[in-house]
Structure formats: C-alpha cells, structure tokens
C-alpha cells in the first residue's frame, strides 16, 4: 500500500519554464510534508517543506501547496533552470509518540529541464 | 555538504556476511534516521533514534539492528546478508523533537554476492 504516490515518473520542461511536479497521499494522519532533490550518486537534499495548517509555502524559486481535502500537494519550480534536472521526491509525515517521525517517501518524479 | 556523514561508501560482501554502516549526525541535531534505497522499493524508513534512544521503527528485517552512541553517531548492523539487501542506505538527521527537516548523508552503497 503506497501512501506517497508521484504519478509521473518523468517530466521534461524547457528552461525558464514552470516546472509542476506533484504528489498525492492517502493518510489523513499526515500533517507535514517536504520535498527532496536527489543527484545520482548523492543523498537527497531538502529543498522545502509546509505544514497541513498551510495551504502555501514559498522560498526562493520553489513554492509548495497543499491541497488538504483532495490529499494533494505540487511543488512548482519557477524559472526552471539546468541545474534543477535531479530527481525529485515528495514525502509525508505524521508525527508519533516522544516526537517519532518518519518519512513516508514517493517513487520520485525525473525533472529534466531542456536549453 | 549536508554536514551528515557516513562510512563506508561503497561496501561488498558475500550472503550470510555482516557489515557495519556508520553515521556522523550534524553538529548539534539529536536524531538520527535510517532509509534504505532499492530498485524496486524506493526511500523505506527503517528506524529512528533520538538522543541514544529507539524512538521509531519502520519496515526493519529482525536481521538489522541499530544503535546510537552518546557522542550521537549512529550503526546500522546488517547481518545474515541476502543478495536483496544489495541497496543504498542513507542515514539522515535532524535536531530537537518535533518536526524537522531531515538532512541525508551521501549513502553507503552495499553490494551482496
């Protein structure tokens, strides 16, 4: 049972485009969600993150929103540039216990931005 | 540079062999979480620690185990190896309690044969 889906598996965008890359989950628990870039051969890189009591979150070029009702967040990459061809990861959490928290992580979208 | 470290980078080992994955936290953040990277699974949580203590525990196989020592690293011992162990493990971490974001290591890649 996959409680993180990213149903595109690739996406290809020209440079200084938007890039929408997107993200639903199942479980209602969860209340903090964040995207991840990873380059092969590296670990993942936080890139942002928003809380379920927002509905947007902004930083720099990269914004988040969070759509609670249909379960669904994107994360939109504005201008698009060469260096943001990575693969991107969606990831949810809920907090439990003592402040256990675990990522629950998507299958990654492959962003390829184009010259 | 994400200020989480891990050794060794890239390890080979034969099925039935045990191997020791190491991670050094960032400077200050008291958690540290384990995540395995396979083919066909994607990032799975493993376990959490926080300040030397289990605090969450994943999909870990009975034949994993960690810990975290109180200067704060942390050990994921992997034993009874099987050929579908082969994967990334990445260990992240993150500070205080509550929600954080967490910050990867580069990952040690295990190859079983």
């Known amino acids: 049972d996959q409680q993180v889906k990213q149903n595109s598996p690739s996406l290809s965008v020209q440079e200084g485009r938007i890039s929408i890359l997107n993200c639903d989950y199942t479980?209602?628990?969860?209340?903090?969600f964040l995207w991840y870039k990873k380059y092969p051969a590296e670990g993942p890189t936080f890139l942002i993150s928003?809380?379920?009591?927002?509905d947007k979150n902004e930083d720099g070029r990269f914004t988040v929103f969070l759509n609670k009702s249909a379960k669904h967040l994107s994360l939109h990459i504005v201008p698009s540039q060469p260096g943001d061809s990575a693969v991107y990861f969606c990831?949810?959490?809920?907090?439990?216990?003592?402040?256990?928290?675990?990522?629950?992580f998507g299958q990654g979208t492959r962003l390829t931005i184009n010259p | 540079d994400s200020g989480v470290t891990q050794t060794p980078k890239h390890l080979i080992t034969a099925t039935g062999q045990r191997v020791t994955l190491r991670c050094s936290p960032r400077?200050?953040?008291?958690?540290v979480y384990w995540y395995q990277q396979s083919l066909d699974q994607g990032l799975q949580f493993l376990i959490q620690?926080?300040?030397?203590?289990?605090?969450a525990k994943g999909n870990i196989l009975e034949r994993f185990s960690a810990q975290q020592f109180p200067d704060l690293h942390s050990e994921l011992n992997l034993s009874s190896l099987e050929l579908g162990d082969s994967a990334l493990y990445f260990c992240?971490?993150?500070?205080?309690?509550?929600?954080?974001?967490?910050?990867f290591g580069p990952g040690t890649r295990l190859t079983v044969l």
């Open positions: 992240a971490s993150s500070g205080g309690q509550g929600y954080n974001e967490q910050f």
């Open positions: 479980n209602s628990m969860f209340d903090y």
């Open positions: 928003i809380s379920s009591i927002k």
């Open positions: 990831a949810a959490s809920a907090m439990g216990i003592q402040g256990a928290q675990k990522l629950v």
């Open positions: 400077s200050g953040d008291l958690s």
């Open positions: 620690y926080y300040n030397g203590e289990e605090r």
